[in-house]
């Protein structure tokens, strides 16, 4: 069963969306979707469960380490910064890379409605951090 759909004009390397259907027919137990877009061609490559809403999940982590980057760059904010006892570096690095919820909690707690306002600056409808973790585009 090929589980691919292509709109628009394909960019995307043969190679890769073959071995993305074959992950995903290889594992029928699992509830998998995957969606590329290429922002530049508007082209969507889609394989697996269409139309099935998945929890964010660590997701929002990217979302709350580009706030803080993004308050830095406006210099609202400081790499050198120190939140919880713990400096921010550490932080970002922590939640990022090993998915440690206690970093990303701080710094989530520090931004409050920062993290909205940036969601919504780069086209998102909606971020919800805490237990829902959801990020909603537009």
Same mark, same amino acid.
């Given at each position: 069963t090929d589980f691919a759909t292509v709109v628009? @004009?394909?960019i995307f390397d043969p190679e890769i969306t073959t071995?993305?259907?074959a992950i995903v027919a290889s594992h029928p137990e699992l509830d998998i979707?995957? *969606?590329?877009i290429d922002l530049e061609?508007?082209? !969507?490559?889609d394989a697996g469960l269409s139309g099935a809403h998945f929890k964010a999940a660590s997701t929002a982590k990217v979302l709350t380490a580009a706030t803080?980057?993004? $308050?830095? !760059?406006?210099v609202r904010a400081s790499l050198g910064q120190v939140? @919880?006892?713990r400096p921010v570096l550490q932080l970002l690095q922590q939640s990022i890379e090993v998915s440690d919820n206690a970093a990303w909690d701080s710094l989530r707690n520090y931004l409050g409605d920062k993290q909205q306002a940036?969601? $919504?600056?780069?086209?998102? @409808? *909606?971020y919800e951090g805490g @237990?829902?973790?959801?990020?909603?585009a537009s």
């Open positions: 628009g @004009d394909s071995s993305i259907n979707a995957v *969606s590329v061609t508007g082209a !969507q490559f803080y980057l993004y $308050e830095v !760059q406006q939140i @919880d006892g940036f969601a $919504e600056l780069l086209g998102l @409808d *909606s @237990d829902l973790n959801i990020v909603t």
